[in-house]
């Protein structure tokens, strides 16, 4: 495993490498800000925690301790919230285009 400037590891046995921390990893809020714009109720909560939970579990297999992980998650989710209301000040016209791969 790989070690980043803080001593924290960066990567896994299998040679897959995670990007840290988890606010870091504008891939993954851009796509879940989409998700999360996209869906709504139950359908949206069930996505959110399924991620949340992914994440985590990635985080625990690095051995990082419950709270770090904690702190990580609670990052990510206001990454990806402010993703959300990034999207919301673009004009539609914009996000759509954007949304649609153009």
């Known amino acids: 495993m790989a070690t980043d400037l803080d001593g924290r590891t960066t990567g896994s046995k299998s040679g897959e490498l ?3 921390p988890l606010a870091a990893r504008t891939g993954d809020i851009d796509r ?19 991620e949340c939970r ?8 690095l051995g990082l301790a ?14 990806v919230q402010a ?3 990034q999207r919301y000040r673009q004009p539609s016209v914009e996000r759509n285009r954007s949304d649609s791969g153009a």
């Open 83 to 85: 993703a959300m209301a």
């Open 32 to 50: 879940c800000a989409r998700e999360l714009d996209r869906v709504h109720g139950d359908a949206a909560v069930h996505y959110w925690k399924t």
């Open 54 to 61: 992914k994440l985590a579990a990635q985080l625990s297999a």
């Open 66 to 79: 419950d709270e770090e992980i904690r702190r990580e998650i609670i990052g990510f989710q206001a990454e």
């Open 18 to 20: 995670f990007a840290f």
